[in-house]
Nanobody, 121 residues
Framework: QLQASGGGLVQAGDSLRLSCAASGRTFSDYSMSWFRQAPGKERDFVVGITRSGGRTYYGDSVEGRFTASRDNTKNTLYLQMNSLKPEDTAVYFC????????????????WGKGTLVTVSS
């Protein structure tokens, strides 16, 4: 089970930190990613992190502004979002995939319900 939290309403340029708490499985066995979905749009890859946390992969639109991390002792995934823009407005989902990292959402095994991030201009 995955539970995302930390979303909210912020202004452009602000920062926000999302968390995704995992339970029921061995967290360190899973590669983790954040995806987002804006109204009327497809779900897009934001950032992924390997099982150990040793490597991260970023979508072009967020690289340099967002940072993913994980704490395997706390079974938690994080997303630090800085310099937020109105186009970052979306529901953010965390997802878990058993084994190696992939960009493809269809290959993820578990999904959280999402947390809404709204960035006003």
């Amino acid at each position: 089970q995955l539970q995302a939290s930390g979303g909210g309403l912020v202004q452009a340029g602000d920062s926000l930190r999302l968390s995704c708490a995992a339970s029921g499985r061995t967290f360190s066995d899973y590669s983790m990613s954040w995806f987002r979905q804006a109204p009327g749009k497809e779900r897009d890859f934001v950032v992924g992190i390997t099982r150990s946390g040793g490597r991260t992969y970023y979508g072009d639109s967020v690289e340099g502004r967002f940072t993913a991390s994980r704490d395997n002792t706390k079974n938690t995934l994080y997303l630090q979002m800085n310099s937020l823009k109105p186009e970052d407005t979306a529901v953010y989902f965390c997802a878990a995939r058993y084994g190696v990292f992939t960009f493809r959402p269809v290959q993820y095994d578990y999904w959280g319900k999402g947390t809404l991030v709204t960035v006003s201009s």
